[in-house]
């Protein structure tokens, strides 16, 4: 069965750029969420979506946005690029309870 | 604030050691604790998880033993090998898992011949 695809893989942006992400979900899997990874901040909450609903958000800045398509495919969106975002961007796709299988990630570089 | 709290931060155990990595937590309401093993350029990958209702949970050479009342809980690999060398991140959940993970800061384990 395939596993959760994220791409690009990378990304190398300019600051105030905007940049969009793709995920796709193991197939039958309705939740989708994403995760900010770096050195300095570790693993934090983004937001999740099931149904093409926001189910949860995390603290970030409006700057950051997601959607969710009927096939369950996700994207988000970063406007207005900060050196800061440079991170690695995960995406988690679960059934519901229990547990969430990371793609490898998107790895953005912000200049 | 940091609602699990993971140490230590780096460690290096010999072959066929045992490697041990300490979360705690501050909120009550988690009730859905798991660890995630992650390797260079890769995703996380669930090792094992346990809930609240039980004080230890084994499976192969990965135990995880949990304290309610001290709301800690710890991962133990036995018989450490060097393919174990990654960085373990410990987490927790609301709702048995249906609400995000809040993550630990991670281990870096290394695993020395």
Redesign the interface.
Known sequence: KAGVTQTPRYLIKTRGQQVTLSCSPISGHRSVSWYQQTPGQGLQFLFEYFSETQRNKGNFPGRFSGRQFSNSRSEMNVSTLELGDSALYLCASSLGADEAFFGQGTRLTVV | QQQVKQSPQSLIVQKGGISIINCAYENTAFD?F?W?QQFP??????LI?IRPDVSEKKEGRFTISFNKSAKQFSLHIMDSQPGDSATY?C?ASK????????????TRLTIIP
């Not at chain 2, 898992?97 to 630990?104: A, Q, S, V």
């Open positions: 859905y798991p995630y350029g890769k995703g996380p990958a669930l998880a991140f987490a709702n048995f898992g249906n609400e995000k993970l809040t993550f630990g800061t991670g």
